[in-house]
């Protein structure tokens, strides 16, 4: 189906979680963030990459097309990376990474997973 356009868009809190946000650490994906990236979307105005870590597309925050996206959603929650790495936590960020490919290798290896995809998800 190759006119057919998927997107998964993750909702919730990006460094933390609600005390992280309170105390100014962490951001809430909130209802005004996933209007703008959902209409960006829609409209086919968002230009994409590839995220290092995981290999799917994020957002390409340093395309001077993705500029209005870029003031309607933080760059934090567009790209924790980057985020991570310009406060000096990389290495919390890289932790995080590898924590989340083992959960990943791991849920799918308790199912009928064809092994090549199980590799595919989890080593970028």
């Known amino acids: 189906m190759p006119d057919v356009g998927l997107w ?3 909702t919730g809190f990006v460094a933390g ?4 946000v ?3 650490h962490g951001f809430k994906f909130n209802i005004r963030h996933s209007s703008a990236l959902t209409e960006a979307m829609l409209k086919d105005e968002v230009v994409w990459t590839i995220d290092p870590e995981f290999g799917y597309e994020i957002v390409d925050i340093e395309a001077p097309e993705n500029a209005t996206l870029d003031e309607a959603v933080w760059i934090a929650i567009l790209n924790p990376k980057r985020h991570y790495t310009a406060n000096g936590l990389g290495d919390v960020y890289a932790t995080w990474v590898a924590r989340m490919k083992e959960e990943r290798h791991a849920f799918l290896s308790e199912y009928d997973v064809d092994p090549q995809i199980i590799t595919a998800t989890v080593n970028r």
Do not use: C
């Not at 979680?17 to 992280?20: E, F, I, T, V």
């Open 8 to 10: 998964m868009m993750n």
């Open 22 to 24: 309170e105390n100014g």
């Open 17 to 20: 979680d609600g005390q992280s």
